[in-house]
């Protein structure tokens, strides 16, 4: 410790008191402890700048679901999809082989728990874009007869020439093959439906066997996309959540008629169990109240 003594000694010469404090030579480890208590009061109280534990973990954990959804292992397998997360803001970068991916990618991620918004950035793997109407009436047929386990997209060749479509290939049976051309002829942009496939008896493969479970997120996207894409609910805006495969759907239909192609369409989707639709028909409450 540091010793104080006080010495006393007559005045000097100049009749100034000579009363001196002596110290002993100060001890380092009185010093050094005030200096690393305050060090580590500085350390403690400045701001931390840079991504919480926590938040990575969030978005280490969008990044692995996505890439872990039934979309991005099935139909995005052969594309070059990069995803990145940040404080939720999902950004997807890369390239993939028609439109149809743009969208499910983007529909399939923002439907993720812990996603905040997402910027699309994906581009197709050829610079030219789908000049051709014909082109996005294809794609847009094929995707529905991709998502529909009702009908088959393999056993199915689809043609499209000045907004006509023909069908070739095989169907499991009549009904499936009237299916099929009901899902296309209800892509906008289609004419006609000109429907040469043929009825066989062979037993189509559920795309469920696959190994691939299907995952609530992927359910939604392929909804919202399927929605979309159909001539008859192009236009409806509808919310749609998916929890362990049922499927609740809110919004507004101009009528019954809509309300009910809708909970159809949905319903008709790879994985949905259930279908609960609780959207309000446009003018229900207004006429019940003049009842």
Known sequence: MMKFSLMTTPHNANGRDSSLIQTDPPDPIIWVR????????????????????????????????????????????DDLVRIESKDGVVTLAGTVSDTSKVTLAEKTVENLPGVKSVNNALTLQTETPLELADDLIAMKVNFLLLVHPNVSTKTTNVAVHEGIVTLRGEASNLAQ???????????????????????????????????????????????????????????????????????????????????????????????????????????????????
């Not at 700048?49 to 397998?77: C, H, P, Q, W």
């Not at 942009?189 to 696959?210: A, C, D, F, Q, Y």
């Not at 279908?275 to 009842?291: C, F, I, L, P, W």
């Open 34 to 77: 005030p200096l690393f208590a305050f060090a580590c009061f500085v350390a403690l109280s400045a701001p931390v700048f840079g991504v919480s534990s926590n938040s990575s973990d969030s978005d280490a954990r969008i990044t692995a679901s996505a890439e872990d959804s039934y979309i991005f292992k099935t139909y995005l397998a």
């Open 177 to 291: 093959k009237e299916l099929t051309a009901e899902y296309a002829a209800d892509v906008a942009g289609v004419i006609k439906v000109e429907n040469e496939m043929t009825v066989t008896e062979k037993m189509r493969e559920s795309p469920e066997t696959l190994g691939h479970k299907i995952d609530d997120a992927s359910i939604t996207a392929q909804i919202k996309t399927s929605l979309m894409w159909h001539r008859s609910t192009s236009a409806i805006h509808t919310e749609v959540v998916t929890k362990d495969g049922a499927v609740m759907i809110n919004g507004m239909a101009k009528n019954e008629a809509e309300k009910t192609l809708v909970t159809k369409i949905a319903g008709d989707i790879l994985g949905v169990s259930a279908v609960s639709n609780t959207m309000t028909v446009e003018g229900a409450d207004v006429s019940s109240r003049q009842r």
